[in-house]
């Protein structure tokens, strides 16, 4: 039987997680037949945490000799087309096109992981993780959803979907399972899980930069360095940028969504969740975060 979820994408409890209900067979499918490739990158979030930009980066960064930055694939296609999001492609049932493509692969799934593949772990791959503070996540998701819904269905009210976050009930909630199971892999494989914040990559895009290509075992050269090629993958990935492209102002996500790409790029940056939430709703969610993350290390109440 159904759970109720988060309207009006309807989720379903499956192990431990709430999962859409539309991708869960996808999903089911793509644990059991999935096949990783040693040299397969992952990248990977918790909705609504910059998976996005994660996608430029790693993959500007990736293809930077390939392309000039004049004309990369990524002024004409979206970053989701670039790495797929295999929940997705799953629940399209077009496997295929993931297996077709060459290597080196960069993938991307919104799966914990505990309910990752199989082979991704077997096969050691290498795994980039962003994560978010909550409270951005939540303003981000509720302007995502609410542009997703039905026309008929009425907008739900922000307080509503503030309540259901804080019960971790969210597609692929509780987000702070999913953010700690990433956290401590990453502590127990920092060679294999790289794990990043939203907020750090906006306060020093350089430095995140380097670190993901020397990560992704495509360090960037001193010359590269001296032409200023690190500041090129930035520029060509930046909010601005992305957002004013055609190709990111038409197109669908889905084809079943009535939103396009461009509800993608929203606001960009840390904090709005002060326009939305009051100093007791946030100090609310802030306590759960504590309480939840306490012992393991690691905060996400991005800027304060
Ligand atoms: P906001 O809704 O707060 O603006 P995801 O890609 O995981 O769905 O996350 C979406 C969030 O990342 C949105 O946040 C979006 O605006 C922001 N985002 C998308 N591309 C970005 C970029 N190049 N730089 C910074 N933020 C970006």
Not at 209 to 237: D, H, N, T, W, Y
Not at 284 to 292: A, F, G, S, V, W
Request: hydrophobic share 35%.
């Amino acid at each position: 039987p159904l759970e109720e979820g988060w309207a009006p994408i309807c989720t379903r409890k499956y192990q431990g997680f709430w999962i859409p209900q539309r991708a869960l067979p996808g999903i089911m499918d793509m644990q059991q037949n999935f096949k990783a490739r040693p040299d397969d990158l992952w990248v990977l979030s918790y909705p609504k945490s910059g998976t996005t930009w994660l996608k430029a980066l790693t993959y500007a960064t990736m293809t930077r000799a390939q392309y000039p930055f004049d004309h990369h694939p990524l002024l004409r296609r979206n970053p989701h087309e670039c790495v797929p999001f295999l929940d997705r492609t799953y629940s399209l049932g077009q496997p295929s096109e993931i297996e077709a493509m060459p290597s080196p692969r960069i993938l991307n799934t919104h799966l914990p992981y505990s309910l990752l593949p199989h082979t991704i772990k077997s096969l050691d791959c290498k795994v980039i993780y962003v994560c978010r503070d909550p409270k951005d996540v939540l303003v981000s998701r509720w302007y995502f959803n609410n542009g997703m819904r039905p026309q008929p269905m009425e907008p739900i009210p922000f307080t509503k979907a503030f309540e259901m976050f804080c019960e971790g009930n969210c597609p692929y909630g509780p987000i702070w399972e999913h953010v700690l199971e990433y956290w401590e892999e990453s502590q127990r494989r920092p060679e294999k899980v790289l794990f990043l914040k939203y907020e750090e990559i906006l306060e020093d895009p350089l430095r995140i930069v380097k670190r993901l290509a020397e990560f992704m075992g495509c360090p960037f050269s001193p010359e590269e360095e001296k032409e200023g090629v690190v500041e090129e993958v930035i520029q060509l990935c930046s909010f601005d940028n992305l957002k004013s492209l055609e190709v990111n102002k038409t197109g669908k996500l889905h084809p079943d969504f009535v939103q396009t790409n461009d509800s993608l790029f929203r606001k960009g940056g840390a904090g709005d969740w002060r326009n939305h939430m009051s100093p007791e709703m946030a100090r609310k969610l802030d306590r759960i975060t504590e309480q939840k993350l306490e012992g393991s290390g690691l905060t996400l109440n991005g800027v304060d």
